[in-house]
Structures are given as C-alpha cells and as structure tokens.
C-alpha cells in the first residue's frame, strides 16, 4: 500500500461538524443534521487537522462512508457528483476529449452541448464547489474561534491550506459560472442567500488571496508540504491559470504576469522522465515531494487509495468509464469495465507516430459510428491505469490507487510557451519549453511555432486532465463553426452552438430560492 500521509485517511466527526450551518448560505442541505457542537469536538490541535481532512477529501471522495455511503450533499448523486468527476464532464466531456455512450438523463446533452439549466450534472459541479468552499469558510471560522481554547502550533497553516483550497474551487466557479454566489469565513451563517459576486470583482479577490498566500508565511514552500497537501506551487498555478485566463474573464490582458509564475514554477520543478508513469497507480512517486527522492513533476495530486480512499469519480472513473468492449479489464488494473468513454477522431488523430502520449486502445476505427454504442467507433484512452510503472499489480482491482494530477509543471511550460507564442514572453523561453514537453514525448522538436500549435500540444499533454473546455474558449474556438468536433452541437459532424455556452447555468433551485442572484445569459 502506498504510504499517503494525509489525514484524510481517519475521518472522524469533527470532520463533518459545522456543515449544516456552513452549507446554509449556499443553497444546499448536508445530509446527516446530528452534528456535535464545536466545544464538544475542537479540543486539540488533532481535531482541528481532521476538520482539514474533510476539505481535502471532498476533492476524492463523494462522502465520508466510502463510494457506497451516503453522499455529502442531498439530492446530488454520489457518483456522477464526486467533485473530479463532474469536473471532468463540465471540462472534457463537453469537448472534442471524450464522448459517453450512456443515456442517463441530461448526460447526452453535455458532449451535444445543449444541457439545460437543471441538467443534472451541472447541478453536481455547482453543488460541489460551493460545498468545498463552506467546509473551508467553517474551517477558518473554527480555527479562529478556538471553541475549547487549544493551544496551536500550526495554526496559520490550518488556515493558509484552507483558503488555497477555498482559491481552487473560487477558481473553478469563476471558470465554469462567472458571477457566482459568494461568502467567506464573515459572512453571517444562515441569515440570507449570500450575494453574487460579478466575474471582474472574484478575479480581484482570487488574485489577492493568492497573492498574500504566496508572499505570506504560513503556507508551506514549494514541495515541502506532505504529500496531497497544498503548497505555495499550488496557489501559484491557480494564479497563473487565472492569468491565462484574463481576457476571457475580465477582458483584460495578463499574459507578462502568468509567464513570470510560470518561470518561476519552470526553475523549481522537474519534468519526469517518463510520461507514463506520471498516470499510474504509484505516480506518488512522481510528485514534488523531496520525500521520495524522485523527479518533482506533479505539483499537486488529489490522493486515490483503493482501500481507504474509495469513490466512483476521479480516476476510478477515468479507468473504469474508459475500458470495456474488446479491452483487456486486467491490463488496466481493473476487475472489469463500465464501457462508457471515447475520444472523439479530431483528438486521437493530432498525435504524430512515436508520440508517446498517444495511449489508446486502437482496435476500433477512430470515427464514432453511433454516439451510444461504446464498440461502434472511437478510440479508448488509456493514459490513466491502476497498475505500477514497474508493470507490478497495484494493491486492489476494485477501486484505483492512481492519483489525480491536478497541477503539474507541464502545464507551466505550455503556459509559458503560449504566452510567448502572444508577444507576451521570451521568445526564446517559450520555444524551449513547448520543445521540453514535446522531447519528453518523443517528438520533433520544433524551429518556431504559433499559438495555435500551442493548444494542439496541450490537447496532446493534458487529455482528461481538466483543461480542455477552458483552453478552447480562451482560442474562441469552443462553441464556433471555425472548429467542430464528432456530435459537437448534436451534429455527427459537429455544428457550432450559441456563445451563451461558454458558461454554464446556475441551478434554477438556487436562483429561485435567492433573490441576490441573477441567472447567466441565455438560459
């Protein structure tokens, strides 16, 4: 069993406590109201660190009782709602990066990309953001108020992880929604809705929070925390992302101040040496962390764990989803598959022969045939697997031990790399890290490049990673004519859609019960 040494592992009922209170102010309803008050549980600096574990679980799991126990938020699946796992259908599946061929209500619209504005599955991401955002929001609350009066060590270091999760999920909001409900730590719990927050005023605040967390002392240097925990490389990839990200968002150019994080980031991680390894059920080892001695390309991982950290999203999901048909379950890792994704012809058909990230079951033609038949067409990826670099079996077929890279310093280069490609970098600079990433890969390097061949390159890197969606829409080329993709528009051969897809709706039951807020354009 690999050695994760998180707390997340012991969930204790300090772990839930203040749920019901924090979630109050976002429109949602936790489901177990037995909660013990916070004098009776917050009595060491112990129960404080488990009260963390739970704002760092709910990226892996859907609930504290294990894939089969009851989800932490009502009325929210506790396997489509597994906060990765909704993050990827929001992120790729409305893409040209997958295709699912079941036909649960609402799930066809996501890749057609004509969900509506209760669809369920954007109800799901939404829900669990703001759910991650309330844990933080109570943590920071609890912390502050010292209800038994322990005595802390590290009592800046509760709070700085805690806001640089609270940043990430900010984040995610701003990306997906744009003007979002909003509250922190002093917000009055459960008096009203809480206020939207304009897409320019969140920008101003995840900027700074960022900022004070980078320069500040509390938070732990850049691969020095333990293993699955934040540190000060995460909150500098949530800011360089966010600058990425500027003229979508507030229309404004800030590409200069996202490639100086970047160099920044470049000079202080590693990019591993082998590709797929960084995808396997040991990628632990692949991670920042000096504790394993190995190359530091993961900058953040969300932990998986077949026997303690169990959930139907993340990546159990992308291996299980991802195998079925004529596949081999066991060259997976796995028991058997669920026979749900494909990757549309426009991606599998952008790798070159040798590029070693073209990790595909190839045994069906590249075209879908039919959308709802896993074996019609389209290949299978198979970057994400639950077996060890060493080709070792992993600890358990059941669930996965791959850990989620959320952040790594591939992303950094092509950031880079495409802010150079704008004008905004050294050119120099750009060149080298674009032709870093495509050496690791086993292809040409190249002389010049466009911005363009940027985001081909990371369609090529970060398949299934969560970044698809947002890096189309930075090109203007998500709900467009001027690129189409297989069913893009409920087109086989792929049709623009309206702008008003560059966001997704908020949930009309959210909109409906709070007056503050005002539903996005277009639905």
């Known amino acids: 069993m690999k050695n994760i040494k998180i707390l997340m592992m012991s969930f204790v009922a300090v772990a839930t406590l203040g749920l019901s209170s924090c979630v109050k102010d976002l429109e949602t309803t936790p489901i177990d109201p037995n909660v013990q008050l916070p004098q009776d549980v917050l009595k060491d600096e112990a129960a404080f660190e488990a009260l963390l574990a739970k704002c760092y679980q709910g990226l892996a799991c859907s609930s504290s009782d294990g894939a089969n126990g009851g989800p932490d938020i009502n009325g929210v699946d506790g396997g489509f709602g597994q906060y990765l796992r909704a993050y990827f259908n929001l992120q790729c599946l409305t893409t040209d990066e997958a295709t699912c061929c079941w036909n649960d209500t609402g799930l066809p619209d996501m890749h057609n990309m004509n969900w509506q504005a209760s669809n369920q599955f954007v109800v799901a991401m939404y829900y669990r953001i703001f759910y991650q955002v309330g844990l933080c929001n109570e943590l920071i609350r609890q912390v502050e108020a010292n209800p038994a009066g322990v005595k802390f060590e590290n009592k800046g270091a509760l709070i700085a992880e805690a806001r640089a999760l609270r940043a990430l999920s900010y984040y995610h909001a701003i990306d ?4 979002v409900p909003f509250s922190t730590e002093n917000d009055a719990v459960g ?56 003229e979508v968002y507030i229309g404004e150019d800030r590409y200069t101040e996202c490639a100086a994080i970047c160099e920044d980031l470049i000079a202080k991680y590693e990019l591993n040496d082998s590709f797929a390894a960084l995808f396997c059920a040991d990628n632990h ?74 990790m595909f079951f190839t045994a069906y033609d590249t075209e879908i ?13 198979t970057k994400f697997r639950n077996v060890n670099h060493d080709g070792t079996t992993a600890q358990t077929t059941g669930f996965v031990d791959t850990d989620f890279p959320l952040f790594r310093v591939a992303d950094a280069h092509l950031m880079l790399a495409e802010c150079a490609a704008r004008g905004k970098a050294d050119q120099a600079k750009g060149l080298a890290s674009i032709n870093a990433v495509r050496e690791r890969a086993g292809v040409a390097t190249l002389t010049s490049y466009t911005a363009q061949d940027v985001l081909d390159e990371r369609s090529r ?8 969606r947002s890096d189309l829409i930075r090109f203007g080329q998500f709900t467009t004519a001027d690129y189409v993709w ?31 807020l005002k539903q996005n354009a277009g639905y």
């Open 369 to 381: 045939a039919d959308i709802f038949n896993f074996t019609s067409g389209g290949y299978k990826s």
């Open 191 to 246: 008096a009203v809705g809480p206020r939207q927050i304009n897409r320019a005023d969140l920008f101003a605040w995840i900027e700074k929070e960022c900022k004070e967390l980078i320069e500040g002392n509390d938070l732990a240097a850049e691969g020095t925390n333990v293993y699955g925990r934040c540190d000060k490389g995460f909150v500098k990839m949530i800011l360089a992302k966010l600058y990425l990200n500027a």
């Open 285 to 358: 080892l692949e991670t920042a962390n000096a504790t394993y001695g190995a190359t530091n390309e993961i900058i953040f991982a969300v932990p998986h764990d077949g026997i303690n950290t169990t959930s139907y999203g993340g990546t159990n999901f992308l291996i299980f989803a991802g195998t079925g048909g004529d596949m081999n379950a066991a060259e997976a890792g796995i028991s058997s598959g669920w026979g749900g994704l494909s990757v549309t012809k426009q991606v599998s058909e952008r790798y070159t022969d040798g590029d070693a990230r073209a």
């Open 176 to 179: 997906l929604f744009g003007n």
């Open 461 to 468: 890197e970060f398949l299934w990673e969560g970044c698809r």
């Open 486 to 516: 297989e069913y893009k528009g409920s087109v086989k051969e792929g049709a623009a859609v309206a702008d008003h897809r560059n966001l997704f709706p908020l949930p009309p039951a959210d909109v409906n019960a709070n007056s503050n």
